[in-house]
Structure formats: structure tokens, C-alpha cells
């Protein structure tokens, strides 16, 4: 019941994890689209490419949702060596599917965004806990797989006595999927940020990138 069997209607509320790329953009407009009032919740985790945060403010400013960004950069020395939030690690080239890709795992990162997250979502009330998970992210990143989600919306429900429910639509469609569906509801990718390296253009050559862009050309 956690993923995209979820039941959804208008008026339902929700918060979504944001970080301003394709797919938490895609799903903040797919949520907008069937009328559930939504709110958003970006991370500063620490992460060299903290420019989605930027892309993420002024998607909301845009859409007039309500977005927290949460500085839990305190973390970063917690979370072992990696290539998102360790300037040490380069970020590696080439597609997700390439086993150099295991760089940019963070430990834990999807648990601890869903668990403030979800705090926020039981604070509030709200139906929904919304999260971008999409099969492509699948082979490199556990805590994007369904089984992960599906445990931990249990958990989630069970730690608590106002009943939330994870929302994760796109955990079995692939980029270009979401990008298509995006496409349809109008958003404008060009105000998302993927790139890691997080320089004033995107590198080209992350796995994120080449992803983001293997995308964009399905649409043509």
C-alpha cells in the first residue's frame, strides 16, 4: 500500500522530499496536479552539489508551496568517505549501471530524509509522506528499492499514532517515464538541478548527467 497502489485524492495532504531534480520536480507537480496541498522539505546534508537547493526554493516560490530546507551538514562526518559530500572522493564519470557509480552512495541518506521527513508529515497531520524513487536508481542505491520503502512506511506507521502513508509513484518507471510525465504536466527541466559536481554548469559526464540527459533525449 506504500508505493503507487497508493489511493490519492483530491484534497489529501502531503509533504514531499525536494531536492529540485527531475524526478522530486516531476512529483511535486504530478501531487499539485490531483489536488493534494503540498508542502516540500530540501536537505543541506553537506553535499557538494548544494546548488539543487537553489533550483529546489525557486520551484517553490514558483508553484507557491510551502519548502523547508533542513541544514543537517553536521552529519558529513558521520557518513564515511563518499563522492557527494566528501570534496577527497572524486565524483566518477560514465553511467549509473558502472560499478565506479558506488562512490556517490551516501549511507543512510534516504532513511534519515524520510525519517524528518516523516516527523514533519505526523507533526502535521498530513495523509502523504511523498518520496522520487525511481528503478533506475535501483542497482546502485538500496534505500531507493521497494522493499525499502514498503519497510519503512510500516515503520513509519508504526512509531506512530497518526498514520501516514509513503507515497512513491515512480519506484518502477525509469527516467525517461518521469521525464515523459513531466513533460505532460509542464515542467520545465530546465529549472531542475542534477549535476554532483555542482559548478556553475552541469559536468555532463556524472552518472546523474549522462542519466538526466539519456532522459531528456526520449523525449524527441
Avoid at 29 to 36: A, E, F, P, W
Avoid at 73 to 91: F, M, R
Avoid at 156 to 178: C, T, W
Wanted: aromatic share 8%.
Amino acid at each position: 500500500m506504500n508505493l503507487s497502489d497508493t489511493n490519492i485524492n483530491r484534497g489529501d495532504r502531503a509533504v514531499c522530499v525536494f531536492s529540485g531534480g527531475i524526478d522530486s520536480t516531476t512529483l511535486l507537480y504530478h501531487l499539485l496536479d490531483r489536488g493534494v496541498e503540498t508542502a516540500a522539505i530540501s536537505f543541506d546534508y553537506g553535499q557538494r552539489h548544494k546548488k539543487e537547493l537553489e533550483y529546489a526554493a525557486r520551484t517553490c516560490a514558483k508553484l507557491n508551496v510551502d519548502h523547508k530546507i533542513v541544514d543537517i551538514s553536521s552529519v558529513q562526518g558521520l557518513i564515511g568517505k563518499n563522492a557527494l559530500t566528501d570534496p577527497s572522493v572524486a565524483v566518477p564519470a560514465g553511467h549509473y549501471e558502472a560499478d565506479t557509480m558506488k562512490a556517490t552512495v551516501v549511507p543512510n541518506r534516504n532513511m534519515i530524509f524520510l525519517a524528518i521527513g516523516g516527523g514533519w508529515a505526523v507533526a502535521e497531520k498530513v495523509d502523504l509522506l511523498a518520496v522520487a524513487v525511481h528503478s533506475g536508481d535501483h542497482a546502485i542505491y538500496p534505500d531507493c528499492r521497494p522493499e525499502f520503502i514498503d519497510a519503512f512506511g510500516e515503520a513509519l506507521r508504526a512509531g506512530n499514532d497518526h498514520q501516514v502513508f509513503v507515497y512513491a509513484p515512480f519506484v518502477n518507471m525509469s527516467k525517461g517515464e518521469i521525464v515523459t510525465e513531466g513533460a505532460r504536466l509542464g515542467v520545465d527541466f530546465t529549472q531542475t538541478w542534477s549535476c554532483y559536481e555542482g559548478a556553475e554548469k552541469p559536468c555532463g559526464v556524472c552518472g546523474t548527467c549522462v542519466e538526466r540527459q539519456e532522459a531528456l533525449d526520449s523525449l524527441a
